[in-house]
C-alpha cells in the first residue's frame, strides 16, 4: 500500500497536471487509510481544501438510496419483485398509471424505461419529493420496461419516494438516522447547513476553456435521492464503503443491512446496451465491474461543476474515493491516476483502459447521423472529414442555469463505437450506436450511460 506521504503526492500531482482547482482523496485496505488534498475550494475566495472538506457525491448517493430501500426490504416492508404501483398506488408516466413491470428491482437497476433526466423544483420543503413524483406524469417511456438499461435520475426519485412513505419520514431523515449516524458521517445532508461545512463549490468550463463558478450551487430538493445535495468528505464517503466491504456491519457491529442483501446488490442485474469501457452494467444501485481484476464495484458522481468517484474493491477489502470541485476537463483523468496508483500499489490489477481511435476505418455516415433526445439534451450528430462531430445543447433545465453546448468529435473504435473527444476540454469517452433497423440506422446513441433516441431524419 502506498506510504502517506506517497499517496500526497500522488494527489498533488494529478490535481496539478490536469487543472483540478480543488481536489480531496482517501484511499483504503482493511483499517488502514490514506488521505490527501489539494488546491482550493472555490477559486473566488481561494479557501484551501483540507480532507475534512466536503463535496457534493453527486450520484454516488444513488447507492445511499439503493441501501436503504434494501434495508426495506431486509425488513420485510418492500418485495424488490413487486411493481413500484403497489407502494405509490397514485404514480402516473405518460400521464397513465405506472405500468406494472416497472418493478422495485427495475428501478434500482436503471430498466425501468422511463425517461430518465427530469430536475424539476418542486421547492425547498419536505413535500419536495412528493411533488417532484406527481410530476412525473409529464414523463414518457424511452423503452419497454427491463428491455435496456438507460440511466435513470427520475427513477432514483421515485424510490426516494417509496422511502419516504414506507418510513413515514422523509428521504434525507431517513437517510440520517438509517445510515449517516450509525456509521459516524458527519455529512452534509441539508444543503442549507453549508455554512457549518468547509464545503466546496463547482466550477465549469467557458466555451474557451476558463473555469468560472457554476451558475448554480446546488440542485432542485426534490432530486435529492437521486444525488442532488449530499456532500461529504472521501474519508466519510470510505466509511459508506466499509459498510458494504463489510457485507453490512456497521462500525460498532450493528448489523445495518443482511449479508446476503449486501453481497447481492453487487451482483450484475443488467448490462450496458454497448460496451463504452467502463462498468460492465449495474446492480442494484452500483456500477459492476466484472471484467476488472480485482472484480470491482462503484459509482461516479456529477453535479453541476462537481464531479466524485468511488470504486471499491470487495476481493481486496480496498476503496479509492477521489471528490473534485470541476465538472469537465481534467477530473476523469486525475482520478483515474490516483486510481490505477493506488489499486496497483495492492498487488497485480487488471482496470482496463479506453480503446484507441481507428482512423482508417470508414464511416457510412447515413448509419450514424441525425439527431438524437434525451429529455434533457438534443445531440446532433452529422459528417465532418471522414468522421462524425456531434453538438449536444441542453434543454429543459431551468433548474440547473445556463450550461454552455458541448461539441464532439468522433472518432470510429469499429463498426458501432466512437471515441468521443469533448472539444476545447480535451476529455474523451467512448460513445455506441445500437438498435439498427434494416436500413442500417441505428435508433439510439448511448452516450454518458444514457439511451439517446434518433428523432430525426
Same mark, same amino acid.
Given at each position: 500500500?502506498?506510504?502517506?506521504?506517497?499517496?500526497?503526492?500522488?494527489?498533488?500531482?494529478?490535481?496539478?497536471?490536469?487543472?483540478?482547482?480543488?481536489?480531496?482523496?482517501?484511499?483504503?485496505?482493511?483499517?488502514?487509510?490514506?488521505?490527501?488534498?489539494?488546491?482550493?475550494?472555490? &477559486?473566488?475566495?481561494?479557501?484551501?481544501?483540507?480532507?475534512?472538506?466536503? %463535496?457534493?457525491?453527486?450520484?454516488?448517493?444513488?447507492?445511499?438510496?439503493?441501501?436503504?430501500?434494501?434495508?426495506?426490504?431486509?425488513?420485510?416492508?418492500?418485495?424488490?419483485?413487486?411493481?413500484? /404501483?403497489?407502494?405509490?398506488?397514485?404514480?402516473?408516466?405518460?400521464?397513465?398509471?405506472?405500468?406494472?413491470?416497472?418493478?422495485?428491482?427495475?428501478?434500482?437497476?436503471?430498466?425501468?424505461?422511463?425517461?430518465?433526466?427530469?430536475?424539476?423544483?418542486?421547492?425547498?420543503?419536505?413535500?419536495?419529493?412528493?411533488?417532484?413524483?406527481?410530476?412525473?406524469?409529464?414523463?414518457?417511456?424511452?423503452?419497454?420496461?427491463?428491455?435496456?438499461?438507460?440511466?435513470?435520475?427520475?427513477?432514483?426519485?421515485?424510490?426516494?419516494?417509496?422511502?419516504?412513505?414506507?418510513?413515514?419520514?422523509?428521504?434525507?431523515?431517513?437517510?440520517?438516522?438509517?445510515?449517516?449516524?450509525? &456509521?459516524?458521517?458527519?455529512?452534509?445532508?441539508?444543503?442549507?447547513?453549508?455554512?457549518?461545512?468547509?464545503?466546496?463549490?463547482?466550477?465549469?468550463?467557458?466555451?474557451?476553456?476558463?473555469?468560472?463558478?457554476?451558475?448554480?450551487?446546488?440542485?432542485?430538493?426534490?432530486?435529492?435521492?437521486?444525488?442532488?445535495?449530499?456532500?461529504?468528505?472521501?474519508?466519510?464517503?470510505?466509511? %459508506?464503503?466499509?459498510?458494504?466491504?463489510?457485507?453490512?456491519?456497521?462500525?460498532?457491529?450493528?448489523?445495518?443491512?443482511?449479508?446476503?442483501?449486501?453481497?447481492?446488490? /453487487?451482483?450484475?442485474?443488467?448490462? &450496458?446496451?454497448?460496451?463504452?469501457?467502463?462498468?460492465?452494467?449495474?446492480?442494484?444501485?452500483?456500477?459492476?465491474?466484472?471484467?476488472?481484476?480485482?472484480?470491482?464495484?462503484?459509482?461516479?458522481?456529477?453535479?453541476?461543476?462537481?464531479?466524485?468517484?468511488?470504486?471499491?474493491?470487495?476481493?481486496?477489502?480496498?476503496?479509492?474515493?477521489?471528490?473534485?470541485?470541476?465538472?469537465?476537463?481534467?477530473?476523469?483523468?486525475?482520478?483515474?491516476?490516483?486510481?490505477?496508483?493506488?489499486?496497483?500499489?495492492?498487488?497485480?490489477?487488471?482496470?482496463?483502459?479506453?480503446?484507441?481511435?481507428?482512423?482508417?476505418?470508414?464511416?457510412?455516415?447515413?448509419?450514424?447521423?441525425?439527431?438524437?433526445?434525451?429529455?434533457?439534451?438534443?445531440?446532433?450528430?452529422?459528417?465532418?472529414?471522414?468522421?462524425?462531430?456531434?453538438?449536444?445543447?441542453?434543454?429543459?433545465?431551468?433548474?440547473?442555469?445556463?450550461?454552455?453546448?458541448?461539441?464532439?468529435?468522433?472518432?470510429?473504435?469499429?463498426?458501432?463505437?466512437?471515441?468521443?473527444?469533448?472539444?476545447?476540454?480535451?476529455?474523451?469517452?467512448?460513445?455506441?450506436?445500437?438498435?439498427?433497423?434494416?436500413?442500417?440506422?441505428?435508433?439510439?446513441?448511448?452516450?454518458?450511460?444514457?439511451?439517446?433516441?434518433?428523432?430525426?431524419?
Amino acid at each position: 500500500m502506498l506510504s502517506a506521504d506517497a499517496f500526497a503526492d500522488l494527489v498533488a500531482d494529478a490535481a496539478k497536471k490536469h487543472g483540478v482547482p480543488g481536489l480531496s482523496a482517501a484511499f483504503m485496505r482493511g483499517d488502514e487509510v490514506r488521505s490527501a488534498s489539494n488546491g482550493v475550494l472555490n &477559486l473566488r475566495t481561494q479557501v484551501e481544501v483540507t480532507d475534512e472538506s466536503v %463535496f457534493q457525491i453527486g450520484s454516488i448517493t444513488k447507492v445511499f438510496t439503493g441501501t436503504l430501500v434494501m434495508q426495506l426490504v431486509d425488513e420485510g416492508r418492500v418485495d424488490p419483485d413487486a411493481p413500484i /404501483r403497489r407502494y405509490l398506488p397514485d404514480l402516473r408516466i405518460a400521464d397513465a398509471p405506472v405500468d406494472d413491470a416497472v418493478t422495485v428491482r427495475r428501478l434500482l437497476a436503471h430498466s425501468s424505461g422511463i425517461v430518465g433526466d427530469f430536475f424539476a423544483d418542486t421547492g425547498r420543503n419536505d413535500d419536495a419529493t412528493a411533488l417532484y413524483v406527481e410530476r412525473c406524469s409529464e414523463l414518457r417511456y424511452l423503452t419497454e420496461p427491463g428491455r435496456f438499461f438507460s440511466y435513470c435520475n427520475s427513477g432514483f426519485n421515485i424510490l426516494g419516494r417509496l422511502i419516504e412513505v414506507i418510513s413515514g419520514t422523509t428521504w434525507a431523515k431517513r437517510l440520517q438516522e438509517a445510515l449517516l449516524d450509525p &456509521l459516524e458521517i458527519d455529512a452534509l445532508n441539508d444543503a442549507e447547513e453549508a455554512l457549518r461545512f468547509r464545503a466546496a463549490v463547482g466550477h465549469v468550463l467557458d466555451d474557451d476553456g476558463t473555469l468560472r463558478l457554476t451558475p448554480t450551487c446546488w440542485l432542485p430538493r426534490g432530486t435529492e435521492a437521486a444525488g442532488a445535495r449530499l456532500a461529504m468528505s472521501p474519508r466519510a464517503l470510505l466509511a %459508506f464503503a466499509r459498510l458494504h466491504l463489510r457485507d453490512g456491519v456497521a462500525p460498532d457491529g450493528r448489523r445495518l443491512l443482511a449479508a446476503e442483501t449486501a453481497r447481492a446488490m /453487487r451482483d450484475l442485474e443488467v448490462p &450496458l446496451p454497448a460496451d463504452i469501457a467502463g462498468p460492465d452494467g449495474y446492480g442494484l444501485s452500483w456500477q459492476v465491474y466484472d471484467s476488472w481484476r480485482p472484480k470491482t464495484v462503484g459509482h461516479d458522481g456529477a453535479t453541476i461543476g462537481q464531479a466524485a468517484y468511488l470504486r471499491v474493491l470487495p476481493e481486496w477489502n480496498a476503496a479509492v474515493a477521489v471528490l473534485t470541485n470541476a465538472g469537465s476537463g481534467g477530473t476523469a483523468k486525475a482520478f483515474d491516476a490516483i486510481l490505477r496508483a493506488s489499486v496497483g500499489s495492492l498487488g497485480e490489477a487488471h482496470i482496463p483502459v479506453k480503446p484507441d481511435a481507428t482512423p482508417a476505418l470508414p464511416v457510412d455516415a447515413a448509419r450514424f447521423a441525425g439527431t438524437y433526445e434525451t429529455y434533457m439534451s438534443r445531440i446532433v450528430v452529422t459528417p465532418s472529414n471522414g468522421t462524425l462531430r456531434a453538438t449536444v445543447t441542453q434543454r429543459n433545465n431551468d433548474s440547473l442555469g445556463d450550461l454552455p453546448d458541448h461539441h464532439l468529435v468522433l472518432r470510429p473504435i469499429d463498426d458501432h463505437r466512437f471515441l468521443a473527444e469533448d472539444q476545447p476540454y480535451g476529455s474523451t469517452s467512448v460513445v455506441g450506436f445500437t438498435e439498427f433497423d434494416r436500413n442500417g440506422k441505428a435508433r439510439f446513441l448511448f452516450t454518458g450511460f444514457r439511451l439517446a433516441e434518433r428523432t430525426s431524419p
